[in-house]
């Protein structure tokens, strides 16, 4: 007589270990490599890496919302098709030098995009990725040959700030930070 521990059939722990994989991809909301699963869930890089096929393969052929990206490591996340209805609902991640940028504008706007550009090496990056998510609003300068930076309602919205930026800093009493930025 087997031990209840043996009479695991393969395909059981084919599902059992993609559960797994499965788990730590939506747990970690990050590119993970398959080493770094492998050594997480203490099983063989190569099952992983075959759970990780037949996982990708199972969020192909559902047509359903998700999928699993391979491009930086692998990684569970929504279709382009439906990002939309998810910035909607989720907050929207900035990287620490984005937020940086972004600060700099709130407390600062209007700010000319060239003396941001002055205080942040990378501010361009910056703001076309707040322009992309609708944070920041971007309009001609008086002589045209710069832009005019300030935050959006969607800025407020997304921080839960009532009034401006401008009345947050006095509150926050951070006059003497703006001097540093």
Do not use: W
Request: negative net charge; glycine residues 4%.
């Amino acid at each position: 007589m087997q031990a209840e521990g043996n009479n695991i059939s393969e395909d059981e722990k084919i599902k059992t270990l993609k559960a797994k994989v499965e788990a730590v991809l939506f747990v970690t909301a990050r590119a993970m490599k398959p080493l770094e699963i492998s050594e997480l869930l203490k099983v063989a890089e190569e099952e992983i890496e075959n759970a990780l096929l037949e996982l990708m393969f199972d969020y192909q052929t559902r047509d359903g919302a998700l999928e699993i990206d391979d491009e930086d490591g692998y990684i569970i996340q929504v279709r382009a098709e439906h990002l939309d209805i998810v910035e909607k609902l989720c907050p929207v991640d900035l990287k620490p030098a984005v937020l940086k940028t972004l600060t700099i504008i709130a407390l600062k706007e209007p700010i000319r995009q060239s003396y941001l550009k002055e205080l942040r090496s990378n501010a361009y990056e910056h703001v076309a990725e707040l322009l992309e998510k609708g944070l920041i609003s971007r309009t001609k300068d008086k002589n045209g040959r710069s832009y005019n930076l300030k935050t959006t309602p969607k800025f407020a919205e997304y921080f839960k700030l009532k009034g401006d930026a401008k009345t947050l800093a006095k509150l926050l009493d951070t006059t003497q930070e703006l001097k540093d930025l």
